[in-house]
């Protein structure tokens, strides 16, 4: 991917789709990249009221759960995204930063035996992780994110940074909005996004290694189909973005078979610390 005339681009030649949202500010010279959640059924929803003057809200991408991108503010406006935040002495982050908008359901709450979002859907036991934010003292379920969406969300993030050399960290909307915001949440590896792009030795991650050749899969679980580079070889290096149960979402280090940037689902039982 990269960035021509402040839009993003696939291909040299291939621009993303791009809905303009009404609802932008002036010139944008972005100091953070900023992460959230839409809280929204689906993506084309989310752009549908992010293009709506009603919304009174934009943000400059949307990416959807297969990794789809919609540009909906060109990275040199300011997008209103933020709303009121704080963050190093600054105020007002949606002056500073370019905001990206992961389609995810956000908090889930069990009712009847299911996990429901606010809006009323339900989702698998295999899509939701239970855990505790970091500004709060009580569990409760969080859509997780999906592979694809979290590969194009590094993809895109890189070629942001690439384009804008000015931006100096990588936030979540919880971070800049405590008390006010819980996204992208805990089931978003912030910390890895942070590792793998800016480099910070204190974001940093215990590597691990397969003890045996090892499918990855799409989700946690065998009733998911594994991933094209399966099996895994032995001795594969990995990084453990989550925990679900006995699996674990893994980022592959570097290449397989000429692959690079592979995220999915392996057991733990067949993965190993390598001190």
């Known amino acids: 991917m990269n960035i021509v005339d402040h839009r993003l681009r696939t291909e040299p030649d291939a621009p993303v789709p791009f809905v303009q949202s009404p609802n932008v500010g002036g010139a944008l010279d972005p100091s953070y990249l900023v992460i ?102 009580n569990p409760c379920g969080w859509h997780l994110y999906s592979p694809e969406q979290l590969a194009a969300t590094l993809e895109v993030s890189q070629a942001i940074l690439r384009a804008y050399p000015g931006i100096r960290d990588i936030l979540g909307h919880e971070d800049i909005s405590p ?15 942070r590792a793998r792009l800016l480099g910070r030795a204190e974001d940093g991650m215990p590597a691990f ?17 594994p991933l094209p580079i399966s099996p895994l070889p032995n001795g594969t290096r990995l990084d453990v973005l989550r925990e679900q149960g006995s699996w674990r979402l893994v980022d592959v280090v570097g290449d397989v078979e000429g692959q690079g940037d592979v995220q999915g689902w392996v057991h733990g039982r067949y993965i190993r610390r390598v001190d």
């Open 36 to 137: 959230h959640f839409t809280a929204g059924a689906n993506a084309q929803s989310s752009v549908n009221w992010l293009a709506n003057e009603m919304a009174r809200a934009s943000a400059h991408l949307v990416i959807g759960r297969d990794g789809a991108i919609t540009q909906l503010v060109p990275f040199n406006r300011v997008a209103w995204h933020a709303g009121a935040s704080r963050w190093n002495g600054l105020t007002g982050l949606n002056r500073h930063s370019i905001g990206i908008e992961l389609d995810n359901a956000g908090r889930l709450t069990r009712q009847g035996g299911k996990w429901r979002a606010w809006f009323g859907g339900s989702f698998p036991e295999d899509e939701v992780m239970e855990a505790t934010h970091k500004h709060e003292s």
């Open 179 to 193: 008390g006010r915001k819980t996204d992208p949440g805990p089931a978003f590896p912030l910390g890895s996004l």
């Open 209 to 225: 290694e397969t003890i045996t050749a090892l499918n990855i899969r799409r989700g946690p679980g065998t009733q998911h189909e």
